[in-house]
């Protein structure tokens, strides 16, 4: 039977625990605010990649040469905001979530630097931004009006200026952020998210390297940005995924188009440039006590962070007792064909442990009911098996009974603070039996 959470909160930490969470923008977020809200001593370390490259984040992509995409950044970091911690930051989360109407110019965004009050701005959901912005504290409001002037003077500097049309303002501040910070991407991070005291770190997984994501699938198509790896597809696998440099040229593509498969697969590699572990995702893997992989869009979010070079040994050589792969509930466009071992596989592929032998996976959750659905990501392993590749598999309820697409977040954290304690506990007793 588990244990009740409010009996965990006791039992489980002695000590503080400390959780690092692989995760993109949307797929860890009730797992997160369970973590954050409910288990408060407990201290999370989120780690996100930048490789998102779509709709207004490739633009803004496109406009500053060298920039990673925010977009996972701002929403981990909106969607923490506590409320009763600061009374601004509900206004500070509206701002951040804000998406600018077809009716934005850049002269509304130019309004909101005025120092001397924002009743300028009209043609903005009737000046609704300005309001929102005399709701922050002074200081605050002067950084984000900073933030925006060093966006609005780069763009006039380059004479080109993005489509604002369902931009979110989130994003066009984090681009003013990291022009402030020297274009120094995780400098930017750290200035983005010390806006507003969060319950959790926020760290990119490399050290800001510009990387875009490509993939290739088993009947040789080619998705050649993270935008295609995410959207509709054929039904073909995807074989691998790959970080390069700079996108596909036109002429590179037509280059590899007549390739077999397999001359396509090595060409890639080939063409590949690698980022490395940054500092902080280094440090909150040594000292991490549980490491979650945690659910989500698994060949964007999840396993290009497994990629970067460090992170693999960094798990390797981590002291957390349990290191637990979430499983989607549903299959998303880019694993619609895969089952839960077949996901399995396709993680320990991407920290190169094909099979587990470092122990890189221990545990394994997985939502029986979605074995039922029909987008359901089914377990077409043989049998009762308990165990794959030496990953404990433990089956449960962990989807939202309002939401069933949803991950729920208290039997998931529960869960993975008891296969901690547990773990902690089977490892003492081994110390103690040497």
Same mark, same amino acid.
């Given at each position: 039977m588990s244990m009740p959470a409010v009996l965990l909160s006791k039992a489980a930490w002695c000590e503080p625990v400390h959780v690092v969470l692989f995760c993109g923008g949307s797929g860890s977020s009730p797992i997160i605010a369970e973590l954050v809200r409910q288990f408060p001593d407990v201290q999370t370390t989120l780690v996100v990649n930048g490789f998102d490259d779509g709709k207004s984040t490739g633009a803004l992509r496109c406009l500053i040469p060298g920039m990673l995409g925010p977009s996972d950044y701002r929403k981990n970091f909106s969607r923490l905001l506590d409320f009763s911690v600061a009374k601004h930051a509900v206004a500070l989360k509206k701002i951040l979530d804000y998406r600018l109407p077809a009716s934005a110019t850049v002269g509304d965004l130019a309004n909101l630097t005025c120092a001397s009050g924002c009743n300028k701005v009209s043609s903005v959901s009737q000046g609704e931004l300005a309001h929102l912005l005399s709701a922050l504290p002074r200081d605050l409001r002067f950084r984000l009006q900073t933030y925006i002037a060093l966006f609005l003077q780069y763009c006039h500097c380059k004479s080109q200026y993005p489509t604002l049309t369902d931009c979110s303002l989130?994003?066009? @501040?984090?681009?003013? /952020?990291?022009?402030?910070?020297?274009?120094?991407?995780?400098?930017?991070?750290?200035?983005?998210?010390?806006?507003?005291?969060?319950?959790?770190?926020?760290?990119?997984?490399?050290?800001?390297?510009?990387?875009? @994501?490509?993939?290739?699938? +088993? =009947?040789?198509?080619?998705?050649?940005?993270?935008?295609?790896?995410?959207?509709?597809?054929?039904?073909?696998?995807?074989?691998?995924?790959? $970080?390069?440099?700079?996108?596909?040229?036109?002429?590179?593509?037509?280059? &590899?188009?007549?390739?077999?498969?397999?001359?396509?697969?090595?060409?890639?590699?080939?063409?590949?440039?690698?980022?490395?572990?940054?500092?902080?995702?280094?440090?909150?893997?040594?000292? /991490?006590?549980?490491?979650?992989?945690?659910?989500?869009?698994?060949f964007s979010s999840l396993f290009p962070s497994y990629r970067v070079l460090g992170v693999t040994d960094g798990i390797r050589h981590s002291g957390a007792c349990a290191?637990?792969?979430?499983?989607? @509930? +549903?299959?998303?466009? =880019?694993?619609?064909?895969?089952? &839960?071992?077949? &996901?399995?596989?396709?993680?320990?592929?991407?920290?190169?442990?094909?099979?587990?032998?470092?122990?890189?996976?221990?545990?394994?959750?997985?939502?029986?009911?979605?074995? $039922?659905?029909?987008?359901?990501?089914?377990?077409?392993?043989?049998?009762?098996?308990?165990?794959?590749?030496?990953?404990?598999?433990?089956?449960?309820?962990?989807?939202?009974?309002?939401?069933?697409?949803?991950?729920?977040?208290?039997?998931?954290?529960?869960?993975? $603070?008891?296969?901690? $304690?547990?773990? /902690?506990?089977?490892?003492?007793?081994?110390?103690?039996?040497?």
């Open positions: 989130g994003n066009l @501040l984090f681009a003013g /952020a990291y022009l402030a910070s020297g274009s120094e991407f995780n400098a930017c991070v750290k200035m983005f998210v010390s806006l507003c005291p969060v319950g959790a770190e926020i760290v990119n997984v490399s050290r800001g390297e510009c990387r875009v @994501l490509t993939a290739l699938k +088993e =009947d040789g198509t080619l998705l050649c940005s993270e935008a295609e790896i995410v959207s509709p597809q054929g039904q073909s696998r995807i074989l691998d995924v790959f $970080l390069l440099p700079r996108t596909l040229s036109s002429d590179q593509i037509a280059e &590899l188009e007549p390739l077999a498969v397999s001359e396509k697969h090595l060409r890639l590699k080939s063409l590949q440039a690698q980022a490395h572990i940054s500092p902080e995702a280094e440090v909150a893997l040594r000292n /991490a006590d549980l490491i979650v992989y945690g659910p989500g869009t698994q290191k637990v792969f979430v499983a989607n @509930l +549903e299959v998303d466009h =880019d694993i619609q064909t895969l089952s &839960l071992t077949e &996901l399995i596989d396709k993680a320990l592929q991407m920290m190169n442990d094909s099979c587990n032998e470092s122990g890189l996976i221990t545990h394994v959750l997985y939502n029986q009911a979605s074995a $039922l659905r029909q987008r359901g990501l089914k377990w077409f392993n043989t049998g009762l098996a308990t165990a794959y590749k030496n990953a404990q598999i433990i089956s449960g309820d962990f989807e939202s009974p309002a939401t069933p697409t949803v991950h729920s977040g208290l039997p998931v954290v529960t869960k993975l $603070l008891e296969l901690r $304690l547990a773990s /902690a506990r089977s490892t003492t007793l081994r110390s103690v039996e040497k």
